[in-house]
């Protein structure tokens, strides 16, 4: 489980290790015995919070007019889908990402 500092307390993490539950929850700074953090691990809950945050930023999904369950579902598919896609392309209007070739 990811978690932000917050969440670092040994009860919160023994209650996780007994549901079998690897807890990723990186120490607080006057903790008396800092635990260890798999920083790999931690980084991904950025990227997850990131995503979130794009995706709230689109009016259809932030309102969430849609009438069924389903094409709420769907949109946001699409929508999940455009910007993994836009994670990929770079695209500057106006300027060539090509070095050309003056001969």
Known sequence: MLADRGYDSDSFRQDLLVHGILPV?????????????????????NRIERMFNRLKKM??????????????????????????????VNVTYGVSSVKQ???
């Open 101 to 103: 070739d003056d001969d």
């Open 25 to 45: 929850i990186p120490s607080r700074k006057g903790r008396s015995t800092p635990q260890k953090t798999d920083w790999r691990r931690y980084r991904d809950c």
């Open 59 to 88: 009016r259809r999904i932030a309102t969430r007019n849609d009438k069924t369950a389903l094409s709420f579902v769907s949109f946001l598919n699409i929508a999940a889908a455009r910007l993994w896609i836009g994670s990929f």
